[in-house]
C-alpha cells in the first residue's frame, strides 16, 4: 500500500510537471504575440506620420485612433500606450531584435530610457538575472548602470553588481497573463486590486445605491477603474457619469482624514479623463474624495480646473449635498461599529 502511495505521488509530481511547463509555454506564445501586434501597430502609425507629414495633428489623430480602438476593443489602448508602441517600433525597428523574455510591461519602463547604451545595459541584465518589473524599476531607480561606470577594475564592478541583485525578485512566466495588458490582450476581464478593508467595501456598496436611488441623471459606471500613466496603473475607486451634467464623476475613498496628496492624486485622473476618456460632448469630469478616520468624516469636491460658473452652479445643483453625503457615510460607520 505504500509503495503504491509512492508511485501515485511520483505520477502527480510528473503530471504537475506537464501542467507547469504547458502553462509557461501558453504564457510565453501569448507574450510573444502580444509584442508582435504592439510593434506592428507601432509601425503603422509611424509609417502613417511619415507619409502624411502629421506634426501636431498627429497628436490628435492618435487620441482619435485611441478613442475609436477602445470603443471597439476595450482597455489597452490609450493615447499614452500607443505612443509606446510607438516609441517600441521607433526603438527596435527590427523585430527580431526584441527578446520574448520580457514583457511588454518590461519595454515599457525601458523605451523612456533615452540612452541607448544605458537601455541595452537594462535589458540584458534584466533577461540575464530574470527580473520582474518590479525589480527592473528598482535597479534604473538606483543608478546600477551609472554606479557601474563609475567603479574602477572588473572587482568593483562585480561588486556593485552583487550588491545590486541582492533582494533580486525573480520572475515566474506565469506572471506574465497577469499584466494587464495581457488580459486586455485577450479580451480577459482585468484582475483588480481588491478593496483594502471590509469599510471601503461598504462605503461602496453604499455610496453606489445612494447616488443611483437619488435619479439625478447618474449612471454606474464602475469600481477600480483602471487609469495608466507610462507604465504605472492606478484605480479609481468609483466612477458614475452624470448624463444631466454631461461628466463623469469619479469618487475616492479613503480610510483616514483628507490629505493633499489624495486631492492630487485625484486632480491626476480628472486630467486622465479629460485627456483620454471624455467625448467632445461631455464636460470636464468632476472629482470626489470621501475621507474617514471613523471618529470624524470629511469631504471635499475636487473641481480639477473647473472654472466655469454656469457649470460649477450646476454641479451643485445635481449633486447631492454635503450633508447628504455625510450622513451616508457616518450610517456606513455606525452600522460597522455595531458589528465590531
Known sequence: MENNLLNNEALVNEIASIITNARNNVAKQVNNELLN????????????????????????????????????????????????????????????????????THYCELLYISDDDKRSFYEKEAINANWSVRELKRQISSSLFERLLLSNGETNKKKVLELALKGNEIAKPEDIVKDPYVFEFLG????????????????????????????????????????????????????????????????????????PEAVGQLNMYLNYYTAEINDENDNPPIGLILCTDKGNVDMQYALGGLSNNIFASKYVTYMPDKEQLIAQVEAVLSSNNNTE
Open 37 to 104: 501586434a504592439y510593434w506592428n501597430i507601432g509601425r503603422v502609425i509611424v509609417e502613417d506620420e511619415l507619409k502624411n507629414n502629421r506634426g501636431e495633428y498627429g497628436k490628435k489623430q492618435l487620441l482619435a485612433i485611441s478613442k475609436n480602438l477602445t470603443n471597439k476593443f476595450g482597455k489597452g489602448f490609450s493615447q499614452s500606450n500607443l505612443y509606446n508602441m510607438k516609441m517600441f517600433y521607433t526603438k527596435y525597428p527590427i523585430f527580431q531584435s526584441v527578446t520574448g523574455k520580457l514583457s511588454w
Open 188 to 259: 480577459l476581464p482585468e484582475n483588480k486590486p481588491m478593496m483594502e478593508s471590509d469599510l471601503e467595501e461598504a462605503l461602496v456598496r453604499q455610496i453606489e445605491k445612494f447616488l443611483l436611488e437619488l435619479g439625478k441623471g447618474f449612471m454606474f459606471v464602475g469600481t477600480q477603474q483602471r487609469v495608466t500613466f507610462g507604465n504605472t496603473h492606478y484605480y479609481v475607486d468609483m466612477v458614475f457619469y452624470n448624463k444631466i451634467l454631461r461628466s463623469y464623476v469619479l469618487i475616492e475613498l479613503k480610510t483616514i482624514k483628507l490629505m
